[in-house]
């Protein structure tokens, strides 16, 4: 016996997504402007790199809105179980985004240190400074915001870009600490705040890869969610056991098949009542559980 429910998109997901994303491309935008401004101006490599990243986030964030988008359709013939799936794939692309624009950053940053030629190097100006900090105050604001709103919603994908936003305003702090050290008559810290910065960006790239990646191959619930459903399906008195109980992660949606023992001497039209109170409990209790198949065993009886 079997039973499932598809439910539709809601649209507070799509509203709030898109304005996350519309305040993440003007601040990123207006940020990394001022920053390769800065780090022109007043000879920083370590500010014209966090330019380059904070230049990715503004693509990166588009393709978290195409991601969410696509994510949002509901179910159709070619696709009865919905997109979902979609944002997994947007966030796998933002975290090959971010590694190869660590990697860039890290390349140059290493051909400096290596070179030896530490007296040839500039020593940043004071604007560098000013750049550093005003980045680290306006990616930490934009990092929470993302945030709050990405658990709000759920969305795997703006949570991603939300820790972009972090790692982000962590590479600022090397900058800012390279930059210091430069300026302290230590040319080289400029360009090793560039490298620590790819170490920072490398990092959030495999969280957010790791991730997406156990959501795309049907990785199952962390064991508190099972025990809790497992708990609230025993809540029914006409349900003597569990026989099996498997979740998977579809997205940012969870599948529960369920495998329950009921009294054998029950009819059919019982047995699937049964069924149905237990579907509807956990439809009730687990909003993040989108589809749910109950099947009914007889309960094993000592003769």
């Known amino acids: 016996m079997t039973k499932k429910v598809c439910t539709e ?11 996350v994303s519309a305040v993440s491309i003007v601040g990123n935008l207006i940020l990394s402007v001022f920053k390769l401004i800065a780090g022109v101006v007043a000879h920083s490599h370590a500010m014209v790199s966090d330019a380059v990243h904070s230049a990715s986030d503004v693509f990166s964030t588009v393709v978290v809105i195409i991601g969410v988008r696509l ?15 979609m944002e997994c794939v947007a966030a796998i692309v933002l975290a090959m985004i ?5 990697l860039g950053i890290g390349a140059g940053a290493l051909k400096n240190i290596l070179s030896g030629n530490y007296g040839d190097l500039q020593v940043p100006g004071i604007l560098a400074l000013v750049a550093a900090v ?18 709000r919603i759920d969305s795997s994908a703006l949570l991603a870009d939300a820790w972009h936003h972090r790692s982000d305003a962590l590479s600022s702090v090397g900058a800012l600490i390279g930059i210091a050290g430069a300026r302290l008559g230590f040319p080289i810290m400029d360009s090793i705040a560039s490298l ?5 960006i490398v990092k959030a790239a495999y969280d957010i890869f790791k991730d997406a990646v156990d959501k795309v191959v049907d990785h199952s619930c962390d064991e508190e969610t099972e025990r809790r459903i497992y ?21 940012n949606k969870i599948y529960v098949d369920l495998e329950i023992a009921v009294d ?16 509807a409990d956990i439809e009730k ?19």
């Open 264 to 279: 054998g001497s029950y009819t059919l039209k019982r047995s699937h009542e049964i069924a149905e109170e237990v579907h």
């Open 231 to 251: 708990e609230r399906v025993m809540k029914n008195e006409e349900v003597q056991g569990i026989d099996s109980l498997h979740t998977r992660i579809f997205g």
């Open 134 to 151: 005003v980045s680290i105050v306006s990616k930490e604001a934009m990092f929470w915001y993302t945030k709050v709103n990405a658990t």
């Open 9 to 19: 998109p809601d649209n507070d997901f799509q509203k709030v997504a898109d304005r």
């Open 196 to 200: 620590v910065i790819f170490v920072f």
């Open 71 to 85: 994510a949002s359709k509901g179910a159709d013939k070619e696709h009865p179980y919905g997109h979902e799936r």
């Open 98 to 102: 971010l590694f190869m624009t660590g």
């Open 285 to 303: 209790n687990f909003p993040k559980v989108k589809h749910i198949m109950v099947h009914v065993n007889s309960a094993q009886t000592d003769e």
